[in-house]
């Protein structure tokens, strides 16, 4: 067997293609992002939030079962398959979107989006961790998300725009045919698989093995269990969000070149943030990067209950895409250090199987509350929710290992050293970006 060397220097050229596949997968949500509620809206004439966000709802069931399912085939069928299937599974969706006659047409877009979305981005992000080791899971974790998000908010930013000049239907989504042909093509001819990374970490790991994945996974593992139910609220919050805010918009007059701009900053700034906040997970200590994220994001909602001006729109949706930056590498490294390299895929699809079925809580729970008792409610609700998630990840999750750093005695400057609860281990510096 061919020896390999994990860390991101070593791997640089695999790593840099899978970021480069990773944002063409990021690309194909985001052409739904900023106009698919108004397609509802303004051409199959739904008027309940609920059926108009139907979509999300079945984006995110399908895309977290495909998750799971990801998590046990990467280990059977490899890496690399997975993706290529993924992308496979993309090919229907632009040509669905730009020639549904009717909703039920959207609705199985976004089947074949869900299934693309869940093998394929599951398929980079685990590659990615089997190409880095330990040390640098954090800022690996970052660079992917970033790709990834930054993708979403250009290709939303991009299919609002080319809306706004040539219609809903079909232009904006003929960027959709080019993202999937350089996906397809990229993967299978360019990205090769990373089992035996696999295998030379688990030489040398002394984590142990996880005795009940899913149940570890789920809830009963402190670090674990804080993390998948922060992540199902993190994207209860975003399934609001891509559903809702647009609509939000819309009641306050403004155009969808405007719509576009505002709902692109906050993916933005959340995928421009990883590049930082991903180092920052490798350094300071999980648990304080993951409250402050998750509270940030569940202050911003519910200030969006105030805003009315395109520049305080600008301002919410910039801090809420620091705070989803904040949280979304955390919770993949916070994972991987967790889980053993055997585990480790396995562990990732039931994480991301509870976190995507936020996106589906989200949208049923907001297109409910909003019919009933209006947007703003809706708003208001899932706003705490997000506090209250933020709390219980204060109180239940342990810091993390090694020299990891608190936030808050890096803030004051404080040298002296500190304990980290479950390790034990004493911190010896606060000099978080020297790697």
């Not at 009940?212 to 399934?239: E, H, M, P, Y």
């Not at 955390?330 to 585990?343: R, V």
Request: a positive charge.
């Amino acid at each position: 067997m061919e020896q390999v060397k994990l860390g991101l220097r070593e791997n640089w050229k695999q790593f840099g293609l899978l970021v480069v596949i990773n944002g063409f997968v990021g690309g194909m949500v985001g052409l739904e992002r900023s106009i698919l509620p108004q397609i509802a809206e303004k051409e199959f004439a739904l008027a309940a939030k609920t059926a108009i966000l139907s979509f999300i709802i079945v984006f995110g069931i399908v895309k977290a079962f495909s998750n799971y399912f990801a998590g046990s085939l990467a280990n059977r069928f490899g890496r690399k398959n997975l993706l290529v299937f993924g992308w496979i599974m993309a090919i229907p969706i632009p040509f669905l979107l730009m020639f549904a006659p009717n909703w039920n047409w959207v609705i199985l877009a976004n089947v074949f989006l869900g299934i693309n979305q869940g093998l394929a981005w599951s398929s980079t992000v685990v590659m990615k961790i089997d190409l880095v080791g330990e040390k640098q899971r954090g800022l690996a974790m970052g660079i992917n998300e970033s790709a990834g998000y930054l993708s979403v908010a250009l290709f939303a930013f991009l299919s609002g725009y080319i809306a706004n000049q040539y219609g809903l239907r079909p232009y904006p989504f003929y960027l959709g045919i080019v993202l999937v042909i350089l996906g397809l093509l990229g993967s299978y001819f360019f990205i090769k698989d990373t089992r035996q990374h696999v295998t030379q970490e688990e030489q040398t790991s002394r984590i142990p093995r996880l005795k009940q994945i899913f149940q570890d996974t789920t809830w009963k593992n402190r670090n674990l269990g804080s993390v998948t139910q922060a992540g199902l609220i993190n994207n209860l919050n975003d399934g609001m969000m891509w559903g809702i805010f647009p609509i939000l918009l819309a009641s306050k007059d403004f155009e969808l070149k405007e719509i576009g701009i505002i709902t692109a900053i906050y993916p933005a700034v959340w995928g421009l943030g990883q590049l930082l906040t991903g180092k920052m997970s490798d350094k300071f200590c999980k648990k304080d990067m993951l409250f402050v994220g998750m509270l940030l994001q569940g202050i911003a909602l519910i200030l969006l209950i105030w805003a009315e001006t395109i520049g305080q729109f600008m301002g919410i949706s910039a801090l809420l895409g620091w705070g989803t930056a904040m949280v979304y590498p955390t919770f993949l490294a916070t994972l991987a250090e967790n889980t053993h390299p055997l585990d480790r895929a396995k562990s990732m699809g039931i994480f991301r199987l509870w976190r995507d079925l936020g996106y589906a809580i989200g949208a049923l729970m907001t297109g409910i509350l909003a019919d009933y008792f209006g947007i703003l409610s809706a708003i208001i609700f899932i706003g705490i929710l997000t506090c209250m998630s933020a709390l219980l990840i204060k109180i239940r999750m342990r810091c993390g290992e090694g020299d990891s750093v608190k936030i808050w005695d890096w803030l004051i400057g404080k040298k002296a050293t500190s304990t980290c609860t479950n390790s034990h281990s004493m911190v010896q510096s606060t000099e978080w970006m020297i790697s």
